[in-house]
């Protein structure tokens, strides 16, 4: 069992359903070629913007960034914590539902995303990655956990801000995974600061419920059965919340770091859930600093 990627019990069949208003087929297909569209002019125009001052590079991502989303038919409402941006690096740590999540942080907080290291072995995505400044680890062997770990306190330390999804793995969005807390060392080590980022989906008529089935991207879904499911859901709101900052050093190690940003973005009610996957997906060993 992978220190990194425990397993979800979330399905396709079981969680990734919509209970709401259906598109129909032709707007559904128009949406679908904006979105993709949008995705893959991005993604040609990373090597020009990497040559662009960091103020300027910031700013075409984040509106990219706000762009995609809203291209595949999803609004978005954000609300932030009024707390002062911290002065050195910061660890922003979120739930994982969907490969929405992706944009939704980089529109809001752009930064180095953690990623594995088979996406820079990818065709086209890979390379541009890379150029993006992706941190990549190998997260399938606990044996590599101490250099992952490094290199994120390393990011950490320059300054950068680092995201990461340390569930480890998509939920539906109904519950949620434990907080993994090797990447947690990495802001003790560094003196970071966490920043935890709750994000939900809801559907027009099931605003006050949990979980917004289309988006969920779980389990062996197809990427093409999720971008069809998303742009077919009428109604969808992706809501992201940017929580009060977390100090590394207010908690006695990774574990109890991981614990209080798990219960900020998700709350203490699935505790026990969180807990039971935590000890069916904990590796034999730990990393030690």
């Not at 208003?21 to 990497?50: D, E, F, K, M, S």
């Not at 978005?76 to 539902?97: D, F, S, W």
Request: hydrophobic share 45%; with cysteine.
């Amino acid at each position: 069992m992978s220190g990194w990627l425990p397993a979800a019990p979330c399905t396709p069949d079981g969680c990734a359903r919509h209970s709401g208003t259906v598109r129909a087929p032709l707007p559904a297909v128009l949406l679908l070629l904006a979105g993709c569209t949008l995705v893959l002019l991005g993604a040609a125009c990373v090597p020009l913007v990497r040559l662009l001052g960091p103020a300027q590079r910031g700013r075409l991502t984040r509106q990219w960034a706000r762009a995609v989303p809203r291209a595949f038919g999803v609004r978005v409402t954000v609300r932030r914590n009024p707390a002062e941006p911290p002065a050195g690096g910061e660890l922003v740590v979120a739930n994982h539902i969907s490969w929405l999540d992706i944009p939704l942080i980089a529109a809001v907080l752009p930064g180095r995303m953690v990623a594995k290291s088979e996406i820079r072995r990818w065709p086209l995505l890979g390379p541009l990655a890379a150029l993006g400044g992706t941190l990549f680890i190998d997260r399938d062997r606990l044996r590599a956990l101490p250099t992952a770990v490094g290199t994120v306190t390393a990011a950490l330390r320059s300054g950068s801000r680092v995201v990461v999804f340390p569930e480890g793995s998509t939920w539906c969005g109904r519950s949620g995974g434990a907080f993994r807390p090797a990447v947690f060392q990495a802001a003790i080590d560094a003196g970071a600061t966490v920043r935890p980022v709750r994000i939900a989906y809801r559907t027009a008529p099931h605003r006050s419920r949990p979980g917004a089935g289309a988006v969920a991207f779980v389990g062996s879904d197809p990427l093409a059965a999720s971008l069809w499911r998303v742009v077919r859901a009428a109604g969808l709101t992706a809501q992201v919340d940017v929580l009060a900052p977390i100090p590394a050093g207010v908690e006695p190690g990774r574990r109890a770091l991981a614990s209080r940003a798990r219960a900020a973005v998700l709350g203490p009610s699935s505790r026990q859930a969180a807990v039971a996957s935590d000890r069916a997906n904990r590796p034999a060993a730990s990393v030690h600093h």
